[in-house]
């Protein structure tokens, strides 16, 4: 009898509390990141007087009022058009720029290169902030202020640091006796990079790629600093711009959320589609670089 008991008792499944608890600060983690979201489209789709009511209303009435508000009074096509050209400029820029310095860091051997490749790393630690006044001046004499062109070469020169850095290591990962092989057998360096390299090298650049779109999409200080006309102003500065006729004292909370939810939702899709390409670029450029 007590043996069976015994063998009962050991068969029984024991509750592991650890995974519990971190199941459950999981969820609550979840829970506090997706509150504001949430907070966000519940307003941008709510009436303006669901807004401050007393109880709250947590699902309200969904209504478009508020974006059509919002396309009467700043010009959102426009503006989206802009973020578009300017986020995929960037990226472009950006990608091509940094696989060809990524290239010579990893193969071309010069004394002091891995210290160069430090500085251009250690250059992201400089505010974005501290370089509007130069930066204004450089586009200024070019003549590129106001323009999509402007803004993707400041944004690209930001970005392409850590973009340089993290393809240096999926280049690294092709053997430099393949490239020397391909040589011998009369592959020029654009076959080299075609056939050889891109394979390796793809999920490093798509994961950039995204990385640096999002960047670009979502930049405002750039177009709020160097941008005038509607002609080069990116969706982000319509943040700005729907406090125009509001008092310090009202706000027009339901257009800033609208405008949020114009600006999250493509990047929420894009990260939907996309978020093991970008996990699987960056694993893989940290354990194998």
Same mark, same amino acid.
């Given at each position: 009898m007590i043996a069976t008991q015994t063998k009962q008792t050991a068969q029984r499944p024991r509750v592991q509390w650890g995974s519990i608890g971190k199941y459950a600060a999981f969820v609550l983690y979840t829970l506090v990141i997706l509150l504001p979201i /949430?907070?966000?489209?519940? &307003?941008?789709?709510?009436?303006?007087?669901? $807004? /401050? !009511?007393?109880?709250?209303?947590? *699902?309200? &009435?969904?209504? +478009?009022?508020?974006?059509? !508000?919002?396309?009467?009074?700043?010009?959102?096509?426009?503006?989206?058009?802009?973020?578009?050209?300017?986020?995929?400029?960037?990226?472009?820029? @950006? +990608?091509? *720029?940094?696989?060809?310095?990524?290239?010579?860091?990893?193969?071309?051997?010069?004394? #002091? %290169?891995?210290?160069?490749?430090?500085?251009?790393?250690?250059?992201?630690?400089?505010?974005?902030?501290?370089?509007?006044?130069?930066? /204004?001046?450089?586009? &200024?004499?070019?003549?590129?202020?106001?323009?999509? @062109? #402007?803004?993707? +070469?400041? =944004?690209?020169?930001?970005?392409?640091?850590?973009?340089?850095? *993290? =393809?240096?290591?999926?280049?690294?990962?092709?053997?430099?006796?393949v490239e020397e092989a391909a040589r011998i057998d009369g592959a020029s360096l654009p076959v080299i990079f075609l056939r050889i390299l891109l394979p390796v090298t793809t999920p490093g650049l798509v994961t950039m790629g995204l990385i640096n779109f999002i960047n670009a999409w979502n930049n405002l200080l750039y177009p709020l600093s160097f941008s005038v006309s509607p002609s080069s102003k990116t969706l982000s500065v319509s943040i700005t711009e729907v406090f125009a006729g509001y008092s310090p004292w009202g706000r027009p909370w339901e257009l800033i959320m609208a405008v949020g939810v114009a600006m999250v939702a493509p990047i929420v899709i894009?990260?939907?589609? %996309?978020?093991?390409?970008?996990?699987?670029? $960056?694993?893989?450029?940290?354990?194998? #670089?």
């Open positions: /949430y907070w966000m489209v519940r &307003s941008a789709f709510a009436a303006n007087n669901q $807004l /401050y !009511t007393t109880p709250l209303v947590y *699902v309200p &009435s969904p209504t +478009l009022e508020n974006f059509r !508000t919002l396309v009467d009074q700043v010009p959102i096509v426009d503006y989206t058009r802009n973020s578009i050209a300017f986020a995929l400029g960037t990226t472009a820029l @950006t +990608l091509v *720029v940094s696989y060809l310095a990524a290239y010579a860091f990893a193969r071309i051997q010069v004394r #002091g %290169s891995a210290i160069l490749l430090w500085i251009l790393v250690l250059s992201m630690a400089l505010p974005d902030v501290g370089t509007i006044v130069p930066l /204004y001046r450089i586009l &200024s004499r070019f003549h590129l202020l106001d323009t999509i @062109t #402007g803004l993707t +070469l400041v =944004l690209g020169s930001t970005l392409t640091p850590f973009t340089v850095w *993290v =393809l240096v290591s999926f280049i690294k990962q092709v053997p430099i006796e894009l990260m939907l589609f %996309s978020q093991k390409s970008i996990v699987r670029g $960056l694993v893989g450029g940290a354990l194998k #670089g």
